[in-house]
């Protein structure tokens, strides 16, 4: 295989993201009793900058007996070429077909990849549906975000790990490979693991199961010493994790409620994986990731004791994720930034209500100016279009915050120029949140929208970028869909659909085409959803109770918010998955 591989990588775009051997690279010929292939299906420099995937490849080779590789999906060039030449995907690692290994776990993190998971399995020259694969097959298993609903890729897996990775996959593997000894039947051994631990979910017994927690996050895995990649990747810098979850209870945001309960790392073992991560990768940036960065307890003193090692080093921080109404100049004017990224959501205070984005008017403003002093020159701009209860008074709200933008630089600015970049992203009403029985607005209520706002922010200086409005719809599908969409993200991708979620291979009119012939509705999927109908995910619990999810909304059309859960527990539901904050 490598000595093809030799001749097939000369032909094809960035070799560098097929050959592995990174710097970092753990021991691939230790003695081992499982071979476990993690899959990304998407492109490499995609994968490579996920910091789940991170955690689980290096938890994975540091446990005992078990040798983890990866296999991301190849670009069209080299997918087409395997094709032709009649040869199988392979791990970067050793090359071996991933059709041989023990267990293949698919990364699932967002619905515009499902049909890449069709692309990888076919590559590999296995089954698409889990019920056509026999003995001969390893076990297909999936995890990551969209197991939130699994349901629409579920017939697909033998098994769905729910939660975090730490806990379910560690399990599952651990298990797996007790059980090979015992001569189990696939059958046998997922029956036995999804009663034994939480957090697996079995589309062909469609049991119920809890989402796995790590209850503390100071006791869970993370790696200080990580691959270095072969070539560019889309996030180049070592990552740290504060906290898991978020307390700030936007009624948009599934990541919000389906990371609690929310668990911080103490502040001197964040500052010791900093120091190893930096000493051992040479990045030259470090981020401080989180749902909402700036909510971390105590993010001034943290800062200040990593910048104390990023100095030593010449190391950049990056600080992702911050809230206008936490925003500490301090701590910005130490990093010295000439830009900032802030996301309102919703033009006015009455829409920001509703959605329970709890900043106010004079959040905005306030973190403005001290932006503003602190010498930005680039404010980037994050907005939703849709939302529930939304008019255009609403989306005249954006252009009054552009505009006030533009003043405040121009009253209290240090940086002699100014630009100011808009975006908006459409609502798509995602499962386990408060919107998750909404109606997704239509493609012509989308585009009517869109072309309203490039007419109010024809600002000078401003530059506005909108998400497309039929690949929205296909999310919204996607990630509310029943098994019933299985069929179709096969039909879609035979027809040519294959990393959607990139705007030069999204093809609208093939899906609709793939969703007709199934005989399947796509609008049934972004129409409302009467509140006492049966959902497809409510098989599993993911900590938050439907009744609050229920609750939320109703408040929402009330425009009535709810207080951040660091003032005041607000009984979700999650802290009966472990105690918050810890």
Known sequence: MENKLKEILLQVEKPARYVGGEYNLPDMNKKCEERVCLCFSDKYEIGMSNI?????????????DIVCERSFAPDLDLGKILKEKNLPLFSLETKKPIKDFDIIGFSVQFELQFTNIVYMLDLANIPYFAKDRDESYP??????????????????????????????????????????????????????????????????????????????????????????????????????????????????????????????????????????????????????????????????????????????RKVKLALPSLRLDSFEAEIYEELNGASLTFAPEAGTQRLRDVINKNISDENIKSSLISAMKNNVKNVKLYFMIGLPTETNEDLDGIAQIVKQVVYLHKMYGTSKILNVSVSTNVFIPKPLTPFQWERQISLEEMKQKQ??????????????????????????????????????????????????????????????????????????????????????????????????????????????TTPNCMKKCNNCGAAKLGRCFK
């Not at 955690?55 to 005992?64: G, S």
């Not at 294959?498 to 093809?507: A, I, M, R």
């Open 52 to 64: 789940g995937i991170r955690i689980l490849y290096h938890m994975l080779n540091d446990m005992e």
């Open 139 to 312: 076990l297909v298993v999936a995890g990551g975000p969209c197991s939130v609903n699994p349901m629409p890729y579920a017939p697909f897996f033998d098994a769905i790990l729910i939660g975090d990775g730490e806990e379910n996959l560690k399990n599952f593997v651990e298990y797996h490979k007790e059980c090979k000894k015992k001569n189990l039947t696939k059958e046998e051994f997922l029956i036995l693991a999804s009663q034994k631990f939480d957090g697996i979910y079995i589309p062909s017994l469609n049991n119920k199961t809890t989402r796995a927690v790590c209850k503390d996050l100071n006791a869970a895995y993370f790696p200080t010493k990580i691959l270095v990649p072969n070539c560019d990747i889309v996030h180049a810098r070592a990552t740290i994790e504060l906290f898991r979850g978020c307390a700030n209870g936007c009624r948009f945001c599934q990541a919000c409620f389906f990371y609690r309960p929310i668990r911080e790392r103490k502040e001197q073992l964040l500052v010791e994986q900093a120091t190893k991560l930096l000493d051992s990768t040479g990045y030259e940036e470090l981020s401080l990731s989180s749902l909402s960065t700036s909510d971390y307890s105590d993010l001034k003193k943290l800062v200040d004791d990593i910048k104390v090692e990023a100095d030593k």
């Open 451 to 560: 072309e309203y706002l490039q007419q109010v922010l024809r600002i000078k200086n401003v530059r506005y970028t909108w998400h497309g409005a039929e690949s929205s719809i296909l999310e919204a599908v996607l990630a509310r869909g029943d098994k019933s969409i299985a069929p179709v993200i096969v039909k879609a991708y035979e027809k040519g659909c294959v990393f959607d979620s990139w705007s030069e291979n999204f093809d609208f009119e093939k899906w609709k085409q793939a969703f007709e012939e199934c005989g399947v509705d796509m609008n049934y999927y972004i129409s409302e959803i009467e509140e006492d109908r049966s959902l497809p995910w409510d098989v599993i619990d993911n900590g938050v109770t439907k009744q609050y999810l229920l609750k939320e909304r109703h408040l929402a059309y009330a425009g009535q």
